[in-house]
């Protein structure tokens, strides 16, 4: 069966550390891959896309990477903040044309103080 | 993002009773879509349309309808609704020219509702 699954659904972590998020995908082929912000009680955010083709992409402190050998996302917050807390979303293209995306349950990541 | 609207924000009701969610935007685009998040199951694809005559299911679709009256519009229509309907509902645009393969989404603020 198709299945995304992101590493754990709580990450705490130190502020000034690098946070690093998981997304493992099976059973999917997917042409590109997202992440997004979610804050309580609002609707996600888009941060970083990433293609099939593409082993890595950065965004400020954001760095993506992605291995469709391994079917695996990595997604890096580094000089972390309190201010990244948030739930963070992996979504896959997927559907006829990848105009579909199939999300992850999501990491819940708090920056402490 | 105040580009995508919801209405209502919060919405209580009761078993069997009808209920319309509607979402605007004025982003322009042609790409709609309806989710649902639940605690612990994150969001869940309830219906998508690629334009205002192409409507399609997505993966939990049962209970529920929708309507694009509109490019701008889309209303998700719950017929009968169930306490099992109780969920954080969002509406997210893309854009189809952004080609194959990129299909950021935007969100709307999202509508809690509860079926009691």
């Known amino acids: 069966s198709q299945k995304i699954e992101q590493n754990s659904e709580a990450l705490n972590i130190q502020e000034g550390k690098t946070a690093t998020l998981t997304c493992n995908y099976t059973n999917y082929s997917p042409a590109y891959l997202q992440w997004y912000r979610q804050d309580p009680g609002r609707g996600p955010v888009f941060l970083l896309l990433i293609r099939e083709n593409e082993k890595e992409k950065r965004k400020e402190r954001l760095k993506v990477t992605f291995d469709t050998t391994l079917k695996q996302s990595l997604f890096h917050i580094t000089a972390s903040q309190p201010a990244d807390s948030a739930t963070y979303l992996c979504?896959?293209?997927?559907?006829?044309?990848?105009?579909?995306?199939?999300f992850g349950k999501g990491t819940k990541l708090s920056v402490i103080p | 993002d105040a580009d995508v609207t919801q209405t209502p924000r919060n919405r209580i009701t009761k078993t069997g009773k009808r209920i319309m969610l509607e979402c605007s935007q004025t982003?322009?685009?042609?790409?709609m879509y309806w989710y649902r998040q639940d605690p612990g199951l994150g969001l869940q694809l309830i219906y998508y349309?690629?334009?205002?005559?192409?409507?399609n299911k997505g993966e939990i679709s049962d209970g529920y309808s929708v309507s694009r009256q509109a490019q701008a519009k889309f209303s998700l229509s719950l017929e009968s609704a169930i306490p099992n309907q109780t969920a954080l509902y969002f509406c997210?645009?893309?854009?189809?020219?952004?080609?194959?393969?990129?299909?950021?989404?935007?969100f709307g603020p999202g509508t809690r509702l509860t079926v009691l």
């Open positions: 982003k322009g685009h042609d790409r």
């Open positions: 349309s690629f334009d205002v005559k192409d409507i």
């Open positions: 997210a645009t893309s854009d189809r020219s952004a080609g194959q393969g990129v299909n950021e989404q935007f």
């Open positions: 979504a896959l293209g997927t559907g006829a044309g990848s105009y579909q995306l199939t």
